[in-house]
């Protein structure tokens, strides 16, 4: 089985440009997290997708937004970039439910500098 | 809320040598938790997890992890550290509890781990 796909996998934009990366899960996983990883914050929740369905957002400004498709691919959009943007974006996909007890897969991560 | 600690952000050990990273959880009820691996530029990678039974669970590359429940802790441990094990570790726990858990895991800060031949 293919693992968790993320594109693209590096990227530069522009303060006050937006952008959009892409999840593709697990085949069969209906669960999307994504998670924003910096070095002074660590490893965030950003927000987490069940069929189509936002069921759970972290601590983010609106600027920071996601959907997810009916063959369960997500993508996220961050809109007006601020420097602080700039970040390794992960997303991860489970098998399950997507409760705290399934394990999540994660992708590669997308590394977007804003400049 | 839950919340993990790792104390020690930097860890250098010989190749061969034995190691452990610690991990400490804050969580009302029964955890679940989880250990990752992650090398530069790289996602995460899943070592272990422990969700009930057995406290001491075992994973891949030759890692296991202990559950203490009184001590609030689930710490890594390896017998014999290989140069290839050199990477950023990190500890974390979901939960069960509804809306605002969903698809959330909360992770520590990592542990570098560093191996000198």
């Known amino acids: 089985k293919a693992g968790v796909t993320q594109t693209p996998r590096y990227l530069i934009k522009t303060r006050g440009q937006q952008v959009t990366l892409s999840c593709s899960p697990i085949?069969?996983?209906?669960?999307v997290s994504w998670y924003q990883q910096t070095p002074g914050q660590g490893l965030q929740f950003l927000f987490e997708?069940?069929?189509?369905?936002?069921?759970n957002k972290g601590n983010f400004p609106g600027r920071f937004s996601g959907r997810q498709f009916s063959n369960s691919r997500s993508e996220m959009n961050v809109s007006t970039l601020e420097l602080g943007d700039s970040a390794l974006y992960l997303c991860?996909?489970?098998?399950?439910?997507?409760?705290?007890?399934?394990?999540?897969?994660f992708g590669p991560g997308t590394r977007l500098t804003v400049l | 809320a839950q919340s993990v600690t790792q104390p020690d952000i930097h860890i250098t050990v010989s190749e061969g040598a034995s190691l452990e990273l610690r991990c400490n959880y804050s969580?009302?009820?029964?955890?679940?938790l989880f250990w990752y691996v992650q090398s530069p530029g790289q996602g995460l990678q899943l070592l272990l997890k422990?969700?009930?039974?057995?406290?001491l669970v075992q994973g891949i590359k030759g890692f296991e992890a202990e559950f203490k429940r009184s001590q609030s802790s689930f710490n890594l441990r390896k017998p014999s550290v290989h140069w290839s094990d050199a990477a950023e570790y990190f500890c974390?726990?979901?939960?069960?509890?509804?809306?605002?858990?969903?698809?959330?895991?909360?992770f520590g800060q990592g542990t570098i781990l560093t191996v000198h031949p």
């Open positions: 422990y969700f009930s039974g057995d406290t």
């Open positions: 085949s069969g996983h209906r669960s």
């Open positions: 969580y009302g009820a029964t955890p679940y």
């Open positions: 997708y069940f069929s189509e369905t936002q069921r």
């Open positions: 991860a996909s489970t098998s399950r439910g997507g409760q705290g007890a399934d394990t999540q897969y």
């Open positions: 974390a726990v979901g939960a069960n509890a509804g809306g605002t858990s969903y698809g959330k895991l909360t």
